[in-house]
């Protein structure tokens, strides 16, 4: 029911653009740092920051607002150690997230003849988390491997996004240049909340 939920959010989202005059299209990159607040493995603290990656698909409609379809990237990797039946076991372990989010933003600042606004805008998101625990776990108890970790496996979960940011786009110029502060929450069965600071870069069409 989430999962259908999130879906009739979406094209809902998405589909009064066709109805809109359609005003510019955009596409770029971005790069940031993320930090994922929430448990993985059971009182394991947060999951920690990274360098994050991703790819944006900007559509400017009238009235004036923005739809933007995002894809991201977030990779983590730490350390784990417990016992299984009084034998230490430790290795790596690795946090993945691959999303999709679908967002509208609206200007609340520009100013004429000037380049810079500042905008804010809200959305939601499809998270593909995955999980990866080192294979010395099973060599000690293989029954337990995987006790007490929570683990995900390519796990579909929804999330709901807001940002705000500002960008610099020169008239007549075709790129345009941005930084923005986005804050999330990822709906597992222990929350996770993101805040993630990035910059990118816009070819204006």
């Not at 625990?133 to 979960?157: M, R, T």
């Amino acid at each position: 029911m989430k999962r259908l939920a999130a879906i009739t959010v979406l094209i809902t989202m998405i589909c009064p653009v066709t109805s809109r005059a359609i005003i510019g299209v955009s596409i770029g990159g971005k790069v940031g740092y993320a930090n994922y607040k929430g448990d993985i493995l059971p009182s394991s603290g947060d999951v920690g920051d990274a360098v994050t990656y991703g790819a944006v698909l900007e559509i400017g409609t009238l009235p004036v607002v923005d739809v933007e379809l995002h894809a991201n990237y977030f990779a983590k990797d730490f350390l784990y150690a417990y016992d299984v039946a009084g034998v230490p076991v430790s290795g790596e372990f690795e946090f993945r997230d691959i999303s999709l989010h679908a967002l509208v933003k609206k200007n609340l600042i520009a100013l004429p003849a000037s380049p810079i606004s500042l905008y804010v805008g809200g959305g939601i998101g499809w998270h593909l988390i995955n999980t990866e625990v080192a294979k010395g776990a099973a060599s000690v108890n293989p029954s337990q491997a995987d006790n007490p970790f929570s683990l995900f496996s390519n796990n579909a979960k929804v999330g709901a996004d807001g940002m705000v940011g500002v960008k610099i786009a020169p008239p007549v110029f075709p790129l345009a240049i941005y930084g923005e502060g986005r804050f999330g929450r990822i709906f597992t069965d222990e929350p996770i909340n993101t805040t993630t600071i990035g910059a990118g870069l816009m070819l204006r069409f």
